[in-house]
């Protein structure tokens, strides 16, 4: 029985060596998240204020409170708060999809950190 070099599999390698070569240029920094994050607060206030504002006015009309305690209280309302059990509920609107790239870019960071 006599061993052979088989030539089909080099071809494979050559992409494959380009994509990891390629790899640290995809590599996320910690001042790119911090951006990513800051659009992804961004445009989740700005979804988030109609919201709060309506809930603002609904205090004032039909629980009858100040309009100081009103603002006060729904300032942070559609944010990561605690639930019932103590564990995070996640806030309103991660979904936007500058949110999506910051959840996405900060895994990125935290898998990249993780290796050896």
């Known amino acids: 029985m006599m061993l ?14 380009y994509l990891l070569a390629a790899t640290p240029a995809l590599a996320v920094t910690d001042v790119e998240v911090k951006k990513l994050q800051q659009q992804c607060e961004a445009a989740r206030e700005v979804s988030l204020a109609p919201i709060r504002a309506q809930r603002t006015q609904s ?23 605690p639930g019932p059990s103590g564990a995070a509920q996640q806030g309103y609107f991660y979904n936007l999809p500058e949110c999506q790239a910051w959840l996405q870019a900060r895994d990125a960071l935290r898998v990249s950190r993780s290796r050896p």
């Open 4 to 17: 052979r070099y088989d030539n089909r599999g080099k071809w494979l390698m050559i992409p494959l060596m």
């Open 59 to 81: 205090c004032i009309d039909q629980q009858m409170r100040s309009k100081d305690h009103c603002e006060r209280y729904y300032r942070t309302y559609g944010n990561v708060a």
